[in-house]
């Protein structure tokens, strides 16, 4: 739209004039216009959005309207950019609504992709309707606005849930997202001015690697001699256009490079790929142009703009990470503002180096901005959030949302517990789907003083376990379904972990080897006699590890246990108090007769 319209290429609706611009600046210029701020922390999310959209859509028609003149269609240009809130608000609106790590970068991934997608459709139609008007497409723009404009968003995640009927919370406690009570403004100014160089670096790969390096060198220059230019105008358009494209693999890849190197680093690696791809291009144009350093040209710049879209994407996880809810909207809006400032402003001041000392001064500007953006964006490594993400603990080993903290980390940590509150936890994992507690135990010299407190427990424990051996028998035979229960039953004895359960067993193998040579055991003379005891005190219940439960094992196994405990229960006697009231006594007998009923 800025090339006059008798220049080659050019469109007839072309600008007549772009006084005092030279064609790089006026390219850049229009653009600059398009800043923003919003204030949606204090008026709404909702309010906000449908502002943007209907601003925008006013917005387009002005601009239609003031088509024929350069300076009124940018005065146009910078009112529709006032209204150019809705993503980093849908952005905020994202965090609003999603309380887990995973949920919320699912979706703001899905929305800067849909977003950058649109500006791709937009220049897609631009190409497609150039017939008609290069100015039309604005209008098909403001009717896709207007139609967009939500009929209801929800202000925040508890009236979602109330309206919705989501009333029961995640149970992956441990990736819901907390946000700190103040804003970190040290770190917050940190990660603004790296999003303003990493956009000022990003902008020597594009535009200007785009245009003018290669429009100079694959087009212009062969036009200004006569001849045949080695990419057309039409594959211009449809290379600036179609490399938006490539934000969805850096959308894609950006989760599991930031999960393993963190943020920061993700941030880090964009910029300093950024550079030394910019720096290949910039050599590559300037080599003797031919179809085949136009081809290489364009692989290198398609396949390195994911990186690119890597940096700047963390920018706003990142802001997150150091800021509060309350001024969520605020920092995201900076955030936007930045990007918008950074991707106008630097273009159109680079333009100018460009007409005044060259476009390869330009690029090199650039690179040297890209490195200086990945030492800025260091010392975010050690910040929490920003930092290499520590692994999630599984399920197996961590309390879920809903249970006990503190009694599920004691239990975790091999103390002692009392056995039917560790049942209840694991019943309720069972009735969630949820894999039973995998409980370390602790270094036999690390508890030796607690033994005999743990031997006096041993009844109790005793009598309660089998006394879930007949509730569970009970169980079996009144379920309708009992392949359904023992496929449940060993979904949440199966470990995702098997590293754990092969250390568990390692442990509990020393600790019985401590406890016997401690006890007076000699296990070197008398091993085969250990073994035997070891066996008798031990049966074979029945059931394999490898088998799992089937309906034709799962009740003898059950019955096998209820016998073992029943052997352990009369070892551990039913008169340690020495009470021989009438009442202990009656009491006493009615527990022994119970368990030979059983």
């Known amino acids: 739209m800025v090339l006059p319209p008798d220049s080659p290429g050019a469109h007839p609706d072309s600008f007549s004039t772009t006084e005092s611009f030279g064609f790089l600046a006026a390219t850049y210029f229009v653009p600059m216009c398009a800043l923003f701020s919003g204030l949606s922390d204090i008026k709404g999310r909702k309010p906000c959005i449908l502002l943007c959209l209907y601003g925008t859509v006013v917005g387009c028609i002005l601009k239609y309207l003031m088509r024929k003149n350069f300076w009124a269609y940018n005065a146009a240009n910078f009112l529709n950019g006032l209204f150019s809130a809705s993503v980093p608000v849908a952005l905020a609106y994202a965090g609003d609504v999603n309380e887990t790590k995973r949920e919320k970068d699912a979706e703001i991934g899905l929305l800067v992709g849909i977003s950058m997608l649109g500006v791709t459709g937009g220049g897609i139609i631009a190409i497609l309707m ?18 967009a404009a939500p009929r209801d968003i929800l202000a925040s995640r508890s009236r979602e849930r109330e309206e919705l009927g989501l009333l029961v919370d995640d149970d992956d406690e441990d990736d819901v997202i907390k946000a700190p009570a103040v804003l ?34 694959y087009y212009a220059n062969f036009v200004d001699q006569g001849l045949e230019p080695i990419m057309p105008v039409v594959a211009y358009k449809w290379i600036s256009i179609l490399v938006a494209l490539m934000v969805v693999p ?12 963190g943020l920061a680093g993700g941030c880090i690696m964009g910029n300093v790929v950024t550079g030394i791809v910019t720096i290949a291009l910039l050599y590559i144009a300037l080599a003797l142009p031919t179809t085949t350093t136009f081809a290489i040209f364009v692989m290198i710049f398609f396949c390195s703009f994911p990186f690119a879209v890597i940096s700047q ?6 802001l997150e990470a150091v800021s509060p809810i309350d001024k969520r909207g605020f920092c995201l809006g900076a955030n936007i503002t930045v990007m918008n400032f950074g991707s106008a402003l630097t273009p159109f001041l680079l333009g100018l180096v460009s007409d005044q000392l060259g476009t390869p001064t330009a690029i090199w500007i650039c690179v040297g901005v890209s490195f200086l953006a990945a030492a800025i964006n260091a010392p975010l490594i050690w910040v929490k959030g920003c930092n290499i993400p520590s692994k999630p603990l599984p399920k197996e080993l961590r309390p879920l949302k809903g249970e006990e903290k503190d009694l599920v980390e004691k239990a975790l940590r091999g103390e002692w517990i009392p056995l039917e509150e560790l049942e209840s936890i694991n019943e309720q994992r069972f009735r969630n789907g949820q894999p039973y507690l995998l409980i370390h135990l602790r ?79 000699t296990p070197h003379l008398d091993s085969v006699l250990i073994k035997q005891a070891i066996m008798s005190a031990f049966p074979v219940l029945g059931k394999t590890n490898n088998e799992g439960f089937t309906p034709e094992n799962i009740e003898q196994y059950l019955l096998s246990c209820g016998k073992l405990y029943q052997n352990f229960i009369e070892n551990e006697g039913f008169d340690e108090t020495n009470d021989h009231s009438f009442s202990k006594v009656l009491s006493n007998a009615r527990s022994a007769m119970l368990q030979q009923a059983i």
């Open 130 to 147: 150039q017939t008609n008007g290069l100015f039309t497409p604005l209008l098909i723009g403001a009717a896709l606005s207007a139609v």
């Open 184 to 217: 970190n403004k040290k770190h917050f100014i940190t990660i603004i001015v790296g999003a303003l160089a990493d956009n000022i670096g990003s902008a020597g790969l594009n535009p200007l690697c785009l245009s003018p390096l290669a429009f100079n060198t």
């Open 250 to 261: 850096g959308v894609i890849l950006s989760p599991p490079i930031y999960n393993k190197i």
């Open 313 to 318: 994407l963390s920018t706003g996880p990142m």
């Open 443 to 521: 270094r036999y010299h690390e508890e030796k003083e607690e033994l005999p407190l743990l031997r006096k427990r041993a009844k109790k424990d005793f009598l309660f376990q089998q006394s879930r051996l007949k509730s569970y028998l009970h169980e079996i035979n009144n379920t309708d379904d009992i392949n359904a229960l023992c496929e449940q039953v060993n979904s949440s004895m199966k470990c995702g972990v098997q590293t754990e359960v092969e250390e568990i067993n390692q442990d509990i193998g020393d600790w019985f080897k401590d406890y016997l040579v401690d006890s007076g055991y």
